[in-house]
């Protein structure tokens, strides 16, 4: 339940306002470090300082912690996005596939299927490219898929005449599990508690950072260093919003594939029947 709570909390910022927070919090945190630096320099009176070589390999140990954090999180953003990408072009040839095989069933069928399959396709573009409330979209691709099932069921003579019955029945249910499998793909995220695990160990690095660091050309570095973070982290993010983010999985396919179906109608399919007809 909280973790929902956060995803949906975190899917409902700005990436400008992310960033920001992140820079913020990095900065924040590496004067806190200073701080107490100081403060504990102040205590031991000016006491030289002489062996900084546990510092430097606490430091590099956290950085190095920090880089296979940062690896793991955008792996695993990735990773989905090219799940949704792949499953994208799935869908295209499903829809692509049963459109060609409606063809071989006779009249009102073929023309019923082909006009449902490309108002489904239609559905399916503006669900992959629309932001916001999909409320109303995704109702009308639910009810689409029953009506292009019923439209199956009604062909069953037709199909089982000319023995393409199994066929049909394979791409069509091809083409619904698809449907769900492209719901499922952009609710999955990188969990929570990896992402919170990631904001901490910035926020700490950042602070051990601040500790160290003593040369003001050091500090010029750290803070490139911590605008090159929070990019980095903003992209993790950016992946990490199917539906709302600005990286998001290309719809070339399935609008390729909507311009194949608008110029194809099914009486292109009967030049050659017509052609034998009259010979």
Do not use: C
């Amino acid at each position: 339940m909280l973790d929902g709570w956060l995803t949906n909390w975190l899917s409902g910022l700005s990436l400008t306002g992310v960033a920001l927070a992140m820079f913020g919090t990095m900065v924040l945190a590496a004067f806190a470090g200073h701080a107490i630096r100081r403060v504990q320099q102040r205590r031991a009176n000016g006491a030289e300082q002489v062996d900084h070589s546990q510092e430097n390999y606490l430091v590099g140990s956290m950085l190095g912690l920090l880089a296979l954090l940062l690896a793991f999180s955008f792996s695993l953003a990735v990773q989905r996005y090219e799940e949704r990408r792949n499953l994208v072009i799935e869908e295209a040839n499903a829809i692509g596939t049963s459109y060609l095989r409606s063809q071989l069933l006779d009249e009102p069928h073929r023309s019923r299927l082909s006009k449902l399959l490309i108002d489904y396709t239609d559905i399916r573009i503006r669900l992959g490219t629309a932001s916001g409330d999909q409320k109303a979209d995704l109702t009308r691709n639910d009810r689409l898929l029953t009506e292009i099932w019923a439209a199956v069921i009604a062909a069953r003579d037709s199909a089982n005449s000319h023995g393409t019955s199994t066929a049909i029945y394979i791409t069509f249910n091809e083409l619904i599990d698809l449907d769900s499998e492209r719901k499922v793909a952009r609710q999955l995220r990188v969990p929570v508690a990896v992402l919170v695990l990631l904001y901490t160990f910035l926020g700490l690095t950042a602070a051990v950072l601040g500790y160290v660091l003593e040369e003001r050309r050091a500090w010029i570095g750290a803070i490139f260093l911590f605008v090159l973070l929070a990019l980095y982290v903003g992209i993790i993010i950016d992946l990490n919003r199917p539906t709302s983010g600005n990286i998001r999985e290309s719809q070339d396919p399935m609008l390729m594939l909507r311009q194949s179906l608008q110029a194809q109608p099914p009486q292109v399919f009967d030049q050659l029947v017509a052609a034998g007809a009259h010979p």
